[in-house]
């Protein structure tokens, strides 16, 4: 079992910077590939970032060369930097343990933290 915990969230205007983590309890984490999704209210959960256990990355369109996934394995955290942040970044922010399958979907991921808000106003 893994326990997922978010942080970091809040409002920024646009342009601004947030930095989320994301610590998550249990064995292993150091093995485990994790990803970053975003919720819009209305809107279904979109794929945000992914970083596998050799810390290669994969970043989606939308916030490729703004937002930076991260890891530090001997704090059982991963990071997501936001920069230049934009209106359309707002909702709630999950991450999440991979399991099986496409990474940029949902069902693809085995344990979920229970997300932090970020909203950024104009």
């Known amino acids: 079992q893994v326990q997922l915990v978010e942080s970091g969230g809040g409002l920024v205007q646009a342009g601004g910077s947030l930095r989320l983590s994301c610590t998550a309890s249990g064995r292993a984490f150091s093995t485990r590939n994790l990803g970053w999704f975003r919720q819009a209210p209305g809107k279904e959960r979109e794929f945000v970032a992914f970083i596998w256990s050799g810390e290669s990355t994969y970043e989606a369109d939308s916030v490729k060369g703004r937002f930076t996934i991260s890891r530090d394995n001997a704090k059982n955290t991963m990071y997501l930097q936001m920069n230049t942040l934009k209106l359309e970044d707002t909702g709630v922010y999950y991450c999440?343990?991979?399991?099986?399958?496409?990474?940029?979907?949902?069902?693809?991921?085995?344990?979920w933290g229970q997300g932090t808000q970020v909203t950024v106003s104009s």
């Open positions: 999440a343990v991979y399991g099986l399958g496409d990474v940029r979907r949902p069902h693809s991921y085995s344990y």
